[in-house]
């Protein structure tokens, strides 16, 4: 199965300040990589897909970037809405996997 | 517009089994796979399996981790999902989620049905 070893598990930060997350593919999976939010009690919500390519609706502050095996998913500048629980997942073969996911704290 | 709702919440002995309905509204059912997707207390995300809806397949991809306990199904008559987990243990409680998918990221999810597996 392909793993995804997301990073960090936790992140602590401030209202205004720049966050990635990085998302490392066991194999070459393309671009095929989405990004997701959670936050607690509720569904994920898509952000991001096909590594890069922002969902409808998702405010510009959430980029990803990447291909191949290494990918970012970043925040321009951190809203206090934005803390959440941050998944990426790979669909590029079966079995579907989703990274440990990094849970996002303001400071 | 797109909504997948599920059914309620569910409390099931061990060893019992338990199925979880997804009906699908604002979209052809039958065009998206069906992908299911659960989360145990405090856990992250884990894939289960998908199921394709087309009235000529029903094909199923499941996990190795769940062959031989869950069972994907479809009515395309009413637009709705199925999700059947066999000999349920302790650690099967978690919140189940259906998720549509649209080139392979799911754009769309049920709200979660937690199933709680107590003696």
Redesign the interface.
């Known amino acids: 199965d392909m793993q995804m070893t997301q990073s960090p598990s936790s992140l602590s930060a401030s209202v205004g300040d720049r966050v990635n997350i990085t998302c490392q593919a066991s194999q070459d999976i393309s671009h095929y990589l989405s990004w997701y939010q959670q936050k607690p009690g509720k569904a994920p919500k898509l952000l991001i897909y096909d590594a890069s390519n922002l969902e409808t609706g998702v405010p510009s502050r959430f980029s990803g970037s990447g291909s191949g095996t290494d990918f970012t998913f970043t925040i321009s500048s951190l809203q206090p809405e934005d803390i959440a629980t941050y998944y990426c997942q790979q669909y590029n073969s079966l079995p579907r996997t989703f990274g440990q996911g990094t849970k996002l704290e303001i400071k | 517009q797109v909504q997948l709702v599920q059914s309620g919440a569910e409390v099931k002995k061990p060893g019992a089994s338990v199925r979880v309905s997804c009906k699908a509204f604002g979209y052809t059912f039958t065009a998206y796979y069906m ?1 299911w997707v659960r989360q145990a207390p405090g856990q ?4 289960m ?2 199921i394709n809806p087309n009235p000529n397949s029903g094909g199923t ?1 499941y ?2 981790k769940f062959q031989g306990r869950v069972t994907m199904t479809r009515d395309t008559s009413i637009s709705t999902a199925y999700m059947e987990l066999n000999s349920l243990r302790s650690d099967d409680t978690a919140v189940y ?1 259906c ?1 549509r ?1 649209s ?5 769309y ?4 049905t937690l199933v709680t597996v107590s003696s």
Not at chain 2, 44 to 47: A, I, N, Q, R, V
Not at chain 2, 103 to 107: I, K, L, Q, T
């Open positions: 992908h992250g995300l884990e894939w399996g998908r991809n996990a190795q989620y998720a998918a080139s392979g990221s799911y754009n999810w049920g709200q979660g």
